[in-house]
């Protein structure tokens, strides 16, 4: 049963006053202006973007300031704000291929055309704390060739495809579901699947991803090939009657390439999973790639015996923006609730004691 | 058709789509909270056939997921684009279809195939929007139920076979709101109104 | 004419390309609003902000799916001699967006020569110099294996 309280309001009002006073911080330390978040904080700003599930920098580094800093709370904020725009149609769907880019490696091969290119990245850091940090520096990065060029880089995997030992992956005119509209109904499709895995919790679907390293499932997986750059996005508006660039967007994509044994008549082969999030963010696309073929167990016919396999379990659980809210519903009132429980376990508490107490004094008798 | 003319059809719609259409639709609210009281709905200019109050209910109601039947009065190539384009409505051919209809008199007389809802859902019935030359002039009818004290009179100029489909498809909580047009005018008629005909139902 | 033809014809493709210029333009249009507010014209859809879902295709190439939003403007507006212009940009700058249409509905215009010289073409050249110096710069990451002499001969 609920029951309304007030007497709240004063005490709230002032929570909040305390909250903003705390995010200011000591008032002799210049203010943090949204765009310094946006230009110094990319990688924030990338999270709250792809798991807020609204590509726009300027108002994900806002979310970023106003949460102090809290990534979950900024993510609720962007969603919360995403609910109160029109949806302008969809996009025609991006083509990665034809990414600017600024990172794409491969595990999977040495020598591929196009090279590997490391672009900004913590690999090969030292991971000890730089010092230097702690005054202002000039940071000019390398010394760029400014006539240099980057070759073609096609697809990694297209290179076990056109071998045969991998599935092509092919368009299709299916209608593309949408969970923020129909809500998910299990069994879910692929598409479902990417869609609230592109939302999803980063960290958790790395331990998933992990989870499936450790025997929770069995996954063995290489990073076939991880792309971060610039794609153009295209929409084709009704009145127009041809499609119209957009602008750009930074995206990172992931191609995990898993080894396949065969089996139940589907031949030996490598077997793909795809992770695709805004903004420069390596360690989502990685983790996503890996649910998304583990949950690609029943097409596979693999026996489903890790958490990470579940579509169920992971698809329920890895929105941090409900999982948040319910978890903070805890918090709400539960006044009289409680006071029924504590009622019921005394008198539990009571029937227990009264044989005991008996036995006592037949003891002492 | 081709895109040419699409751009050639296409009208300004609300001045503040934000502000014009939350006005409407509170005046919309409005006309259903207080059935046959007359509202004003002066925010769009008129379209093609459309009134600027009809027009005004479409910018106010419609959207990518309000399939909308058209009348054939109405289905124009003008107001398709201008409703494709500020709306971004499906338009469907089949009115079983449609949550919302937009109708002229002459359609009145046949409401059979408008879905009236489920006993689960009554709320997904279609909604119509009837524009008509005045909201005046017709017999005048008292109108009883919720949001109006007593009875109230109404003279909308309809024939009798509209109350007659209305009845028709009446099955509270199951049923058909309406909202009637004519200027920049709206009455409210929603399905828990009960519109008295003859003396014995008066009493 | 059907959409696909439509998108072939070199008539769309000149008008794509600009489009696609105007919409990565951002600030870089304000020093051409004077010019291009010279003209009488009226708003058909003022500035509106809203957001567009962003489709992937699973594994780059495949089965399309829905990805995440991202925010963008459109805007429409029509000339006094009723050509009428377009934008749709991504992001929430609405003075963008009602310049970015007003350029298109310049562009169709017998100035098109003109309006492609003084805006389009200085526009592009900064855009292609940013993207070529990113790459450049991205190049200078570009791993140069070696191999280690083996021990076994």
Redesign the interface.
């Known amino acids: 049963m609920y029951v309304a309280v007030k007497g709240g309001e004063r005490a709230i009002d002032n929570a909040h006053l305390l909250l903003a006073k705390m995010r200011r911080g000591d008032t002799s330390i210049p203010e943090l202006t949204v765009e310094q978040v946006r230009q110094q904080m990319p990688l924030a700003v990338a999270r709250v973007m792809s798991e807020g599930s609204l590509y726009d920098s300027e108002l994900a580094a806002l979310a970023i300031k106003q949460a102090a800093g809290d990534l979950m709370e900024a993510i609720f904020l962007l969603r919360a704000y995403r609910t109160t725009l029109p949806r302008f149609g969809s996009s025609l769907p991006l083509d990665t291929t034809q990414m600017l880019l600024s990172r794409r490696i491969s595990a999977t091969f040495k020598d591929l055309p196009g090279g590997q290119l490391l672009g900004p990245t913590f690999d090969y850091t030292h991971r000890l704390l730089d010092f230097a940090l702690l005054a202002e520096g000039e940071h000019p990065g390398p010394q760029v060739d400014a006539t240099a060029q980057l070759e073609s880089c096609p697809r990694v995997l297209d290179l076990l495809a056109a071998e045969g030992l991998l599935a092509r992956e092919r368009p299709s005119a299916a209608e593309v579901p949408d969970m923020t509209r129909e809500p998910l109904d299990f069994p879910t499709s692929r598409a479902q699947r990417l869609q609230a895995l592109a939302r999803g919790d980063e960290g958790f679907l790395l331990a998933l991803g992990y989870s499936t390293q450790r025997g929770y499932g069995r996954n063995h997986p290489f990073a076939g090939e991880i792309r971060i750059g610039e794609v153009e996005v295209w929409i084709e508006p009704e009145e127009l009657g041809f499609a119209v660039p957009l602008g750009d967007i930074e995206i990172t994509e992931c191609e995990m390439v898993n080894q396949f044994v065969g089996g139940k008549g589907i031949e030996p082969q490598f077997t793909r999973g795809y992770g695709l999030a805004f903004g420069y963010a390596e360690r989502k696309a990685m983790g996503m790639a890996l649910v998304d073929r583990s949950l690609r167990a029943g097409e596979y016919a693999e026996e489903v015996e890790g958490p990470a396999q579940q579509e169920e379990f992971v698809l329920m659980h890895c929105d941090n923006v409900e999982a948040a809210g319910f978890v903070s519903h805890l918090k709400l009132p539960h006044y009289v609730d409680f006071q029924s429980e504590l009622e019921l376990i005394r008198k539990l508490r009571k029937q227990a004691e009264a044989p005991m107490q008996a036995a006592a004094q037949e003891n002492r008798a | 058709m ?2 040419e003319h ?3 059809w ?4 609300f ?3 934000v502000l014009d259409a939350q006005v409407s639709f509170r005046a919309a609210l409005k006309a259903l909270a207080e059935p046959g009281l007359v509202q004003g709905m002066d925010r769009a200019l008129a379209l093609d056939g459309l009134q600027p109050a009809t027009y005004a209910l479409c910018l106010a109601f419609l ?2 997921d309000t399939p909308l039947w058209l009348a054939p009065r109405f289905d124009t190539a003008a107001i398709r ?1 201008n409703l ?3 709306c ?1 409505c499906p338009i469907v051919a089949e009115r079983e279809m449609a949550l919302f209809a937009l109708l002229d008199e002459p359609e009145l007389s046949d409401l059979s195939a408008f879905d009236n809802g489920s006993e689960r859902y009554p709320d997904q019935s279609c909604t119509l929007l009837i524009q008509l030359e005045a909201l005046d002039g017709g017999s005048l009818l008292r109108w009883r139920g919720p949001g109006i004290r007593d009875v109230r009179a109404v003279n909308l100029p309809l024939a009798a076979a509209f109350w007659q489909q209305r009845s028709a498809r009446s099955a509270f909580p199951r049923g058909l709101d309406a909202f009637f047009a004519a200027g920049q005018q709206v009455i409210g008629l929603p399905r828990s109104t009960r519109v008295l005909f003859n003396l014995e139902e008066a009493a | 004419m059907h959409s696909s033809d439509m998108h072939n014809a070199p008539q769309t493709q000149t008008r794509q390309r600009w489009m696609g210029v105007l919409a990565r333009a951002g600030h870089a249009l304000r020093p051409f609003q004077d010019a291009l507010k010279d003209t009488e014209y009226r708003l058909i859809r003022a500035p509106e902000i809203g957001m567009t879902l962003v489709r992937g295709r699973m594994g780059g190439t495949g089965e399309a799916f829905n990805f995440g939003e991202m925010s963008v403007t459109r805007c429409v507006v029509r000339l006094a001699d009723g050509r009428t212009g377009y934008s749709y940009v991504a992001g929430r700058d609405k003075a963008h967006a009602e310049l970015a249409a007003l350029a298109d509905a310049h562009l169709q215009g017998t100035q098109q020569q003109h309006w492609l010289g003084t805006l389009i073409e200085p526009l592009a050249a900064a855009q292609r110099a940013r993207r070529a110096a990113t790459a450049a710069a991205t190049a200078t990451t570009q791993v140069e294996f070696f191999t280690l002499v083996r021990g076994e001969d």
Do not use: I, K, M, Y
Not at chain 2, 10 to 13: E, K, N, T
């Open positions: 081709t895109v699409v751009s050639h296409l009208q300004p719609a001045n503040d789509p959207d990518a684009a494709a384009f500020h971004g």
